[in-house]
């Protein structure tokens, strides 16, 4: 609209504009914002993606959807909002992960630019690398509350959203979250993984029944429990998804293992309590609170600390509640937890809040687990409005040319002493020349045992560490193929270790994705101690090893990126404190640290 009055913008932008087609990743906090800033201005060929449904909770900032879209596809919804502002604009919507095969280098080379409005760092990291291939500029952008950034990413001149290791996302040790929490976090961690053992994506790495090879209680392990009545409910040594289902999920059968037998059990693994506080087991039959019900009553059920006694009786509910809603899906299928999703977020602040008694922890409100369990940094409209504003005035500069007027900008929660709310960058940040991404000859090392490691272990470190979908690997020079993305042709191989299949240390290994258009060289590095695996890049530090990568479920707003500011994962801050010189102005210096985005808990195994 704003492009075609004459003398608003120049020619040269008004031509540009005219002639642009752009993507916009996300149609979130930021991503109405962009979409709704796009067509005011008058770009005429948008394509949005966005894979979500629209939910109540989107409406205070999501200004592009009211109430009857609750329910409806995001990017649909966006659509026919904007086009009520500007009629003439071709917008293409799709309701769809970005992640899709659909989405090849192909369809990203027919855009000028894309502009990322995203919440985890799988789909940045996806994106980024999509752009790297298609070489087409990407804007990058993200808040945490009233912090935010964007950020042009173009290949071969500025850094790439992987150029620099992420800050590692918290994590717990596996052992204090089974054996001996003692913070309110630990038990909401615990809480989750029980609902995904009971009702959702089982994980191995998520056991939520006591360890007996926690290192601190070597020795004892529990050896009396294990032939003593108190194991009777032990069951670990089938899933627990079983056990529950041969109760039928009744709440007292699963009360009465979880929060009786299995601390009975870790009670008897005596030296994890020699210079601890103890847990002390619970029966459903002597609930505290239960006599004072009337008392507890008042106030806002969500802000109130709910006795023990209520919280076994939303423990109840929302164990049927979950279990019906698992049983209407098709075989096999699971649910996944959401904090906006009633039963499952009462069943984590129930169970959270029984462990945290019976380990002298103090209880939280369901209103604050959310906000822990969530992950949650309040989204503010304004700044994804703020942030939305800069990455269109950003896409136009780069419409023009103006590539070197496209320096990173990053809000500022608080003016600074200089009296900016907006500081940004003085110059574009060169690549990292040996980004693991983006450098002409990608290279990382994999430090693994060799040993023990096996080619499904291989498989999961490509996809959860260098974030590929679908990875091929070969010997370099050999060609010998050792895994390939075709299903079946390599599952034969699944179990043996890469010492097996004769992969020896030093061993390079060539590894691409398709989809992605990305090949990197990979490394192997023998580690007698190592227990699973690891990235090393030539860079500098050690990159993420497994898990550490799990995403954002429930990281609330459009985390930013990269930049300068913030506190995640999720927790904490992992924003950038970004250095001012004496002009007030931030320094170039090398590349900066991304933040990462708040996502969820993380477990390590001791
Ligand atoms: N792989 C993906 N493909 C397409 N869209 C994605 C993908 N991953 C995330 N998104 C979308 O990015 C948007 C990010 O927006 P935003 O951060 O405001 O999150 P939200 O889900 O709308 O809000 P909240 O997390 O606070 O409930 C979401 O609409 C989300 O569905
Ligand atoms: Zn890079």
Redesign the pocket.
């Known amino acids: 609209m704003v492009a075609r009055v004459a003398g608003v913008f120049d020619e040269k932008l008004t031509e540009a504009i005219a002639n642009s087609k752009i993507l916009v ?7 109405c914002e962009i979409l709704k800033n796009l067509v005011l201005t008058g770009f005429p060929q948008i394509e949005i ?4 449904t629209i ?1 109540v ?2 409406l205070n900032r ?1 200004f592009l959807f009211h109430k009857e879209h609750v329910g409806k596809s ?1 990017a649909q919804v966006a659509k026919d909002s904007a086009l009520s502002f500007n009629p003439n604009v071709n917008i293409v919507a799709h309701h ?4 899709s095969n659909d989405y090849g280098v192909s369809y990203f080379k027919q855009f000028n630019i894309v502009l990322n ?4 760092r ?2 940045r990291n ?1 994106v980024n690398r999509m752009c790297l291939a298609a070489n087409v500029p990407l804007i990058e952008t993200g808040t945490a509350g009233y912090a935010g950034q964007v950020e042009l990413i173009k290949k071969g001149v500025t850094q790439c959203y992987e150029c620099q290791p992420k800050a590692p996302q918290k994590s717990f040790p596996g052992c204090t979250i089974r054996n001996t929490p003692s913070e309110p976090i630990h038990c909401i961690v615990w809480a989750k993984h029980l609902f995904n053992q009971l009702f959702g994506e089982e994980d191995p790495d998520q056991d939520v029944s006591p360890d007996t090879a926690d290192p601190e209680a070597a020795g004892d392990a529990g050896s009396t429990a294990l032939t003593s009545e108190t194991s009777s409910g032990n069951v670990e040594r089938k899933s627990t998804r079983a056990w529950a289902a041969e109760t039928n999920y009744d709440p007292e059968k699963l009360f009465a293992k979880l929060f009786g037998d299995d601390i009975r059990y870790l009670l008897s693994m005596e030296n994890l309590w020699k210079k601890r506080r103890p847990p002390t087991p619970l029966s459903w039959d002597s609930l505290p609170g239960k006599d004072n019900i009337e008392i507890q009553h008042s106030g806002l059920p969500d802000q109130r600390v709910w006795s023990v006694y209520e919280c076994a009786q939303v423990f109840a509910a929302s164990c049927k509640a979950l279990q019906t809603d698992l049983k209407s899906r098709p075989e096999g299928d699971h649910l996944v937890w959401d904090k ?1 999703e009633k039963s499952a977020m009462d069943f984590v602040t129930a169970c959270a809040n029984i462990r945290s008694h019976i380990f002298n922890i103090p209880l939280k409100s369901r209103f604050e687990i959310k906000s822990m369990a969530g992950n949650i940094i309040p ?1 503010i409209a304004t700044a ?1 409005a703020i942030v939305a504003g800069l990455a269109v005035l950003r896409a136009q500069a780069l419409l023009k040319g103006e590539i070197e007027a496209c320096t990173s900008v990053y809000l500022r929660p608080k003016v600074n002493h200089r009296g900016q709310l907006f500081v940004p960058e003085k110059t574009l940040t060169p690549p990292n020349p040996k980004c693991y991404v983006c450098s002409p000859k990608p290279e990382v090392a994999l430090a693994c045992n060799l040993k023990h490691l096996t080619l499904k272990d291989l498989n999961t470190a490509f996809k959860e560490g260098l974030n590929m979908q679908a990875p091929d690997a070969t010997v370099e020079g050999k060609g010998l193929v050792v895994l390939s993305s075709e299903p079946g042709e390599t599952d034969h191989n699944n179990e043996k270790t890469l010492e097996e299949i004769g992969l020896n240390d030093g061993c390079a290994l060539l590894v691409d994705d398709f989809l992605q258009n990305y090949e990197v060289r990979v490394r192997l590095q023998q580690e007698d101690e190592e227990k699973t695996w690891r990235l090393v890049t030539d860079a500098d530090s050690p990159m993420l090893g497994p898990k550490e990568e799990k995403t954002a479920n ?6 930013p990126k990269p930049g300068p500011s913030r506190s995640k994962e999720d927790s904490d801050s992992d924003m950038e404190i970004i250095e001012e010189d004496d002009d007030g102005e931030p320094k170039p210096k090398p590349p900066k640290r991304r933040r990462t985005e708040m996502t969820d808990e993380v477990v390590e195994l001791c």
Do not use: P, R, T
């Open positions: 990743v996300g149609a979130g906090g930021i991503g993606i966005d894979l979500d939910d909770s989107n999501q995001k769809d992960s970005v992640i409005a995203l919440d985890n799988v789909a996806h906006d989204a994804n429930g990281s609330s707003g459009s985390e």
